[in-house]
């Protein structure tokens, strides 16, 4: 069973990168775009790309979209398969979409409160490596966080009920993800004169293509499984 869950979750994640492109070459891209053109202005006399703008926009975007994608949906698969069975009341589409909601909110828009996105042309080149092992550190950070407290909230739901173990587990995370990322130092690379516009919408579509990705995840996920899990029902009852 949970191998065909990963195989159907790489499918829904390829399908869920589609979508996640489509939404980035048409709200993301141009936001790159004059962030690439600020970036010229600034340095005139800079060597030629390696890799076009054409390339960058174009293969090079799809393909690292469809590789995130179909990667976390296997991931999600995996999580759905510890969990199927343990969380009580939800079939696969409520439990589907409760994971895609705490996948979004533990790897998506809690690091990024902390270090939100960049245009890939803005930031010192020489502190690219650190700044990725924080960002990769604050999602380890939230994601352990988000375990913590669901299995906590788990614990208390027999004797104190739904309402009192979820808001005691928010709570739980919400302590954990703000002790810890307080030890990380902030990370403030945004040239004077950027347009706060731009960046402002850059960071927008950047959480808006990763909400369609989470949103088609487990929409797509849920469904596609809840029929499977019809069909075999059907069989075991003939």
């Excluded at 809690?110 to 690219?128: F, M, Q, R």
């Amino acid at each position: 069973m949970t191998a065909s869950l990963i195989l159907r979750g790489l499918f829904v994640g390829i399908v869920a990168g589609f979508l996640a492109f489509s939404f980035a070459k048409y709200f993301g891209q141009p936001q790159i775009d004059q962030a690439f053109a600020f970036e010229e202005h600034l340095d005139q006399g800079a060597a030629p790309e390696l890799v076009g703008r054409e390339v960058q926009s174009g293969v090079g975007l799809i393909s690292g979209v469809l590789v995130y994608s179909a990667s976390m949906g296997a991931l999600f698969a995996l999580a759905f398969a510890n969990c199927v069975g343990r969380v009580g009341g939800l079939g696969p589409r409520g439990l589907a979409a409760l994971l895609a909601l705490g996948g979004f909110v533990a790897v998506i828009v809690v690091p990024a409160l902390k270090y939100p996105a960049n245009p890939p042309s803005i930031g010192d080149p020489d502190t690219l490596r650190e700044r990725t092992h924080l960002f990769v550190l604050m999602v380890m950070l939230s994601v352990v966080a988000m375990v913590i407290a669901v299995n906590f909230a788990a614990k208390l739901l027999p004797r104190h009920g739904a309402w009192t173990a979820a808001l005691v587990g928010i709570g739980l995370y919400l302590l954990v993800v703000n002790l810890g990322g307080s030890v990380f130092p902030p990370v403030n690379e945004v040239p004077d004169g950027f347009p706060a516009e731009s960046l402002w919408q850059f960071r927008l579509a950047t959480l808006g293509i990763q909400l369609v990705m989470w949103s088609a995840l487990g929409l797509i996920f849920g469904h596609l499984t809840e029929r499977d899990f019809r069909r075999l029902r059907w069989q075991s009852q003939r």
